[in-house]
């Protein structure tokens, strides 16, 4: 600045003098070059002596005007530097300036919060920070505006945090609440700028750092109070509330003090706080709230600011110059210092300089007004603007007081109107008023119970929103309440009823005299009637009975005061009957209106209990979807399982998949127990929910079971199983398809379809056919053995050599397995006698075969199988003897005839007890089967190698060329037999899949479940395992099997 002592008089005597004008302008420029000073684009912290000028012109003027007057003319939307600086100053006024900055910020709360979203949305690291302290500036004027009672410095002693807390613990706890808030928004500040600043020591020492880190010594202070109060105000609500209530408020406090106390450990590490603030120590833990005691440990964290040494300011102007440019002060000075001393060194200037010299000082005073004048125009216009800002808030604010003021209004002459209207209301009223107030007074003492019940469930509503929770308690509740609410309804109308009647015998009362009265005045004019009478034929002596007359004379008087005095009483008594429908009609109408409001509180009533009662519903099917959901992943794994490549080395006993099978449609069985008890009653899903865990579960296990079962099987049948596992999951996934769907769920069909079909053979029948179906087996292996023999006797003479011997090692092996089959027809003959003696009881056989029908047709489909099996081996032995078959035939029917035996003993062991000898020896006969079949699968092989000629290649002759063309005729060939197998495969696995179809579809005794083609066939190209030794695994027991036995037979046909 400049300044120029020892002035002389005549430019003294040019300063205008100090008027009340001369010190505003002084003070407004005060002001901005302090406001231009601290707010600016330098990346350091903003100068103590700038920011304490400001305040101290918020005291001066009594409030900020000047400060928005200069603030909103910033290019705070320019820079993040200048916008983090003026967040700063601000802070720093709301906190020392005068009380009345609040008031004049609050006008301006829409400037803050632009700069705050405007930066908020551009990614600038000083526009994160000005983001975070916009919104924490905003807290701070908000919640100082709401409570007066705490200066912006929040310094208040605790008499005044008592008083502004009150006694009201809805007060004390939304205070706390509030507090909560303001401190989140401080330590979400300082968060924010420490998570910018490295942790070294030495970047509090740069002017970048200490930018960022300024302001957080108003946060320091501001903190330390709320901290304080935050735990005064806990333990006050912890002497009138449960502890289990602010278990919250616990929670969040011990949040916030972890947060600050590693703010103020951090700070007090930085230098650059050290010299500037003394951070106090918080405790390691934070107070006990549930102990009233610890209230006396806690020590008020205490701030103390350090007095700093003053600093050189800059001396104000002797003399005003002209606002002109920097450059052309040094001219000014000197052309006064040469029209007050002269010229240097004697030299004169000439009138032309000195014209020039003057003009040039009159454009530049003349430019310095134009300044000053630009400066107050947009002064002016500015405090112009802030004046009409204001005035049009607090003419909106007079538009809705006077809005507020009519609606009052109206709503008083309403009531006031309501009032006279009750009033003459009482007036007419008076006479039935008590009998009227026992009666109100009874029903208000049941509205009191009414309202007590409201607000109970009230309660129990509130609490069934934070806990989700006790839904079937608050719908019981809900009814007891509806039923209440009826039987206050039947009483009311018992009540009017009563009224009705009481008013109808008094009219009909009344009515009664009034007759009465009639009929007597009747009499009596007959009775007048013929006294005149008696006095027309008594004429003649009248002399005598004159007195008579006078006498009549006086009664008829009488009479007629009788009549005109029975009148006025029967005039009395219409009004009294006029009065009384009018007070009944009045009570009706009363009694109408208690009863539309006791019916509007009773829909209301019951639109909330139907509201709770579908919001049940949801949750329970949103509870019955989620476990559907989980089951359709479960079973959608196990399906995957059959054609994952590591599965293939599972492998699992036949005997062990029927223990699963049988737990599984078990579990079928409870799913439509739980299905049917869930459309009973929607609200109650949990047992459809435990039936459809355990049945994917199960249902699960036992396709995977019967994936492992199958590596053990022959080709066909392992296919078959394979076939039939995946169509029962796909069964399955539909179900819980189903289950998903809230419409297909009512509608949905009993999931039957999951189990087998039974035999289009009656119960009754079953017996029979089981024994005619063995015998004929047993006839069919008789006959296939007589017909072996004689083939070998036909080959003996027919055929030598090698043929010969070929022949006589097949017909040898397939007599073996004839005999082996023979021998384990009529073991299991006998197990089924014995299983059927030991299981019926007092029943008969028929009666047995007839409640066991599922086992019995397991029975019947493996014995024709057996016996259609023997048949085919024989025949196809024939055709090889006689050379018109081939000996791939008698290999196939090899393998089915030992799957139709592995089959009957499944079938037949299925119900036998483990300990059974005769059960022993069907094992002993099944391995030897296999070993008999095994054998004649040999002798074939061994003799078609013995029987087809090998023709040896003769190479000699043959060139390059020949050589390599019979090579390209071979790949074709052999790509052009390849290319058949495939077909030839394609059309087995078609042709599996319309047998399957077609047993399925008649019921046919070889299949026993309704089997469809998957939608997902097996490949029939993909190679089965080598086939190993079946375990030897003991049966079941029969009492394990109680249960819809027949089913697991038919299930193991296809093995």
């Not at 006279?420 to 007036?427: C, K």
């Amino acid at each position: 600045m400049n300044s120029i002592k020892n002035v002389p008089a005549r430019v003294l005597s040019r300063r205008p003098g100090h008027s009340l004008e001369a010190e505003r302008e002084q003070f407004d420029k005060t002001q901005a070059i302090s406001i231009s000073k601290a707010i600016n684009t330098q990346e350091a912290p903003v100068k103590e002596k700038h920011a304490r000028r400001i305040i101290l012109g918020t005291h001066h003027e009594k409030g900020a005007f000047t400060f928005w007057s200069y603030a909103i003319g910033l290019p705070l939307p320019s820079s993040s530097i200048l916008s983090w600086k003026f967040c700063h100053v601000l802070h720093k006024v709301l906190r020392d300036g005068h009380p009345n900055v609040l008031h004049d910020c609050q006008r301006y709360r829409s400037n803050i919060r632009e700069i705050g979203d405007l930066w908020g949305h551009l990614h600038d690291r000083y526009g994160q920070l000005v983001n975070v302290y916009t919104k924490l500036l905003l807290t701070k004027i908000s919640f100082h505006l709401k409570h007066p009672q705490f200066p912006a410095g929040l310094e208040v002693t605790d008499e005044v945090l008592e008083k502004a807390a009150g006694t009201d613990v809805n007060n004390i706890f939304q205070l706390t609440v509030e507090m909560f808030d303001y401190m989140d928004c401080e330590l979400k500040l300082s968060e924010s700028v420490f998570r910018q600043l490295n942790t070294a020591i030495a970047v509090s020492q740069m002017s970048s750092g200490q930018c960022r880190l300024a302001p957080l010594i108003q946060v320091i202070q501001d903190c330390s109070h709320l901290y304080h109060y935050t735990v005064k105000l806990l333990f006050k609500l912890h002497s009138c509330l449960p502890a289990d209530t602010l278990q919250g408020h616990r929670d969040r406090f011990h949040e916030q003090f972890h947060s600050l106390r590693n703010f103020f450990r951090r700070a007090s590490d930085m230098l650059y706080f050290k010299r500037l603030i003394q951070i106090p120590r918080l405790p390691e833990g934070p107070p006990n709230f549930l102990r009233a005691s610890a209230l006396a440990e806690h020590i008020k964290p205490v701030v103390v600011i350090p007095e700093e040494a003053p600093e050189d300011e800059e001396p104000e102007n002797l003399i005003e110059i002209s606002t002109g440019p920097p450059a052309g002060e040094p001219v000014v000075v000197a052309d006064l210092f040469d029209q007050t001393f002269g010229p240097p060194n004697g030299s004169v200037k000439d009138d032309r300089d000195l014209q020039i010299e003057s003009l040039k000082r009159e454009v530049e005073m003349l430019r310095s007004e134009l300044e000053k004048i630009k400066l107050e125009a947009q002064r002016y216009i500015a405090q112009l603007k802030s004046q009409v800002n204001a005035l049009e808030g607090e003419l909106e604010e007079q538009r809705k007081q006077k809005q507020k003021a009519l609606v009052d209004n109206e709503q008083l002459r309403h009531e006031l109107a309501q009032l006279r209207a009750a009033q003459l209301e009482g007036e007419r009223s008076q006479g039935l008023r008590e009998e009227a107030e026992r009666k109100a007074s009874a029903t208000e003492a049941r509205y009191n119970k009414l309202k007590e019940k409201h607000s109970e469930l009230v309660h129990v509503h509130a609490e069934l929103l934070r806990k989700n929770a006790d839904t079937a308690k608050q719908l019981t509740v809900t009814q007891q309440s509806q039923e209440e609410v009826a039987r206050v309804k039947e009483q009311l109308a018992f009540q009017v009823e009563q009224v009705k009647r009481e008013s109808e015998l008094k009219l009909e009362e009344k009515s009664d005299q009034l007759e009465k009265l009639k009929r007597e005045l009747e009499a009596k004019a007959g009775e007048l009637a013929r006294a005149q009478e008696a006095l027309s034929h008594t004429e003649q002596s009248k002399s005598e009975l004159s007195s008579r007359l006078d006498t009549l004379s006086a009664e008829k008087d009488a009479l007629s005061g009788a009549v005109r005095q029975r009148e006025a009483d029967l005039l009395a008594a219409q009004s009294l009957v006029r009065e009384t429908e009018a007070a009944l009609s009045r009570e009706q109408q009363r009694s109408s209106q208690e009863q539309g409001e006791l019916q509007g509180r009773l829909a209301e009533r019951e639109s909330q209990e139907q509201g709770l009662r579908q919001r049940l519903l949801d949750e329970q099917f949103a509870v019955l979807r989620g476990a559907a959901a989980e089951a359709a992943g479960i079973l959608q794994d196990a399906v995957s399982k059959l054609d994952d490549p590591l599965h293939l080395r599972c492998t699992s006993s036949p005997d062990y998949l029927v223990s699963r099978a049988q737990e599984a449609l078990d579990a079928v069985s409870t799913l439509e127990e739980g299905h049917a008890q869930y459309l009973t009653s929607l609200a109650d899903a949990s047992a459809l929910v435990a039936a459809l865990t355990r049945f994917s579960h199960l249902a699960a296990d036992t396709i995977i079971n019967g994936g492992a079962t199958s590596h053990l099987a022959p080709t066909d049948p392992a296919d078959r199983l394979i076939d039939t596992c995946r169509e029962c999951g796909a069964r399955a996934l539909e179900l819980m398809g189903q289950l998903q769907d809230q419409q297909a769920l009512r509608h949905m069909q009993a999931s039957l379809e999951l189990k087998p079909k039974s035999l289009d053979v009656r119960q009754e029948e079953l017996g029979a056919v089981v024994d005619k179906e063995m015998a004929a087996t047993s006839a069919a292996i008789e006959d296939a053995v007589r017909r072996i023999e004689d083939m070998m006797n036909q080959a003996r003479h027919a055929s030598s050599g090698v043929k010969l011997e070929v022949n006589e090692r097949i017909l040898n092996s397939c007599t073996d397995l004839m005999k082996a089959i023979r021998l384990l027809v009529t073991t299991s003959t006998s197990l089924q006698k014995e299983i059927v003696e030991s299981g019926r009881g007092a029943a008969t056989q028929q009666e047995f075969y007839a409640k066991n029908s599922r086992w019995t047709e397991g029975l019947i489909s493996a014995s024709k199988a057996v016996g259609w099996g023997a048949t085919q081996l024989v025949e196809a032995a024939d055709k090889v003897v006689l050379h018109t078959g081939k000996y791939e035939e008698l290999i196939v029917c090899s393998h089915e005839i030992a799957a139709s035996t592995a089959q009957l003993v499944a079938a037949s062991k299925v119900k036998a007890n483990k300990h059974s000898p005769h059960l022993s020896r069907l094992q002993e006969c099944s391995r030897t089967v296999n070993e008999r079949a095994a054998n004649v699968v040999a002798s074939t092989k061994s003799g078609q190698e013995q029987i087809e000629d090998r023709d040896t290649m003769d190479f000699s002759g043959l060139s390059l060329i020949k050589l390599k063309k019979q090579e390209m005729e071979t790949q074709v060939r052999v790509l052009e037999l390849e290319k058949t197998l495939e077909a030839e495969r394609m059309r087995l696995g078609e042709l599996r899949k319309q047998h399957y179809v077609l047993a399925g579809a008649s019921g046919s005794p070889g299949e026993e479940v309704a089997i469809r083609p998957s939608t997902a066939p097996r490949s029939v190209t993909t190679k089965k395992p080598p086939l190993a030794q079946k375990p030897s695994v003991a049966p079941r027991q029969d009492h394990q099997l109680d249960k819809k036995d027949g089913i697991y037979p038919a299930q193991l046909v296809n093995y």
